[in-house]
């Protein structure tokens, strides 16, 4: 059997490389919303089968690792953050899809207006989903509290495409199908950038051990 | 220092008080919509208060029974289950808090439309709650299952209701303000009964130590 440092480090490496993939699945994602690319579509689904696996077989290791040894504190603040982290990824592969899904939908539709603010959104998000895995690596709670603040300029981000797309879906009756799936991929958007908010807040506890969930209300 | 045991019946106990007010946050979300009752949406608000602290604490049990102890495969399973339904729950009561914040920017509309089929996704779902929560006290793996055959009938339900309130903002675009919120209520319900499943997955993996996770593509 390996050392149990070994195996941390492979736990941690897993975890990056399915982050890896996530970061770009979602990277993707945005794209197919403005290419409206089926095989680009089609990757993304693939690579979605590949993290849900990945999902799997990092919660066996973590589990295998909690019951083979009697973690010391760090160790085991470490296992139950990567449980979550992990949880975190797979869901965010999940809203990946959903992007995706909703680029499928609108592909007979004309994209009328110019996505609004949604590639500023996108672009915002993607850099949370990085900072929060970087942060994760280097262990770096200055990276990770950028990430809680840059949740609030989503937050603030998503509030104006949601009123933007009301104003578009009322002027025309044709405008009321895209601006729902819009809403939608806005919508995704902005969970994918709570999602990061969690990694940040896992690393935030990993670092210092304080526990900072919970610092805005209401998220989902 | 109790006995193991004990400390495993006190975070079930926990989950299960959790569970009870979630689900009691979820009814009273539901009615805010047909009554717009600022009192009820409330009394929503502070609960969701106690259901984060009360999450806080069971990880903080769960993760201590996991240092201390050197758990049995059994006992492995079961506490990292409860991590999960933790995680779970929590977002549950978020979910509640969107449907009651939904309600309450409807107040100003009149309310158009019977609501469509919201109410019966709204019965549905909470009858999945129920069912998932009754499942892990009971450890039934029977009534575990007809909670994942339960989630596809909701996703199809989810469906129509689209369907339907994109003709209702199609038709007046006075409609479009009332119709958004509704549709993301649907959506809030349809992530309430992601989650009822996401525990009748972990009952399921406690009781038979078996993999169903990922038994359905694309959810978030």
Redesign the interface.
């Known amino acids: 059997m390996r050392h149990f440092v070994e195996e941390l480090g492979e736990l941690k490496n897993r975890l990056l490389a399915m982050g890896a993939l996530v970061e770009s699945a979602i990277y993707r994602s945005v794209q197919c919303l403005a290419q409206k690319d089926a095989n680009l579509a089609q990757q993304i ?1 693939q690579d ?2 590949r993290i ?1 696996q990945m ?2 077989e990092i ?1 066996e290791l973590a ?1 295998r690792l ?2 083979l040894q ?2 010391m ?1 760090a160790d ?2 470490f296992l ?1 953050a990567a ?2 982290i992990n ?1 975190d990824l797979e ?1 965010m592969g ?2 990946a ?2 992007i995706v ?1 909703r680029a499928l939908a609108l592909r007979p539709e004309p994209v009328v207006q110019p996505l609004i603010d949604i590639p500023r959104m996108a672009q915002l998000t993607q850099s949370m989903v990085r900072k929060s895995l970087d942060a994760f690596v280097r262990g770096d709670a200055e990276l990770a509290r950028s990430v809680l603040l840059a949740d609030d300029a989503v937050d603030d981000l998503r509030d104006s495409i ?1 009123e933007e797309l ?1 104003r578009f ?3 025309d ?1 044709a405008h ?2 895209p ?2 799936s819009l ?2 991929v806005a ?2 958007l902005e ?1 994918l950038a709570d999602h990061a908010t969690n990694i940040a807040e896992d690393v935030l506890f990993l670092v210092q051990g304080v ?1 900072v ?2 610092h805005a ?4």
């Open positions: 689904l979605e089968a849900n999902e799997i919660d589990t909690l019951a009697q973690p504190a085991l603040r139950t449980i979550k949880n869901r999940d809203l899809v959903n899904e949601y009301v879906m009322q002027e009756s009321v199908r601006g729902v809403m939608f919508r995704s969970r526990e969930r919970h209300e209401a998220r989902d």
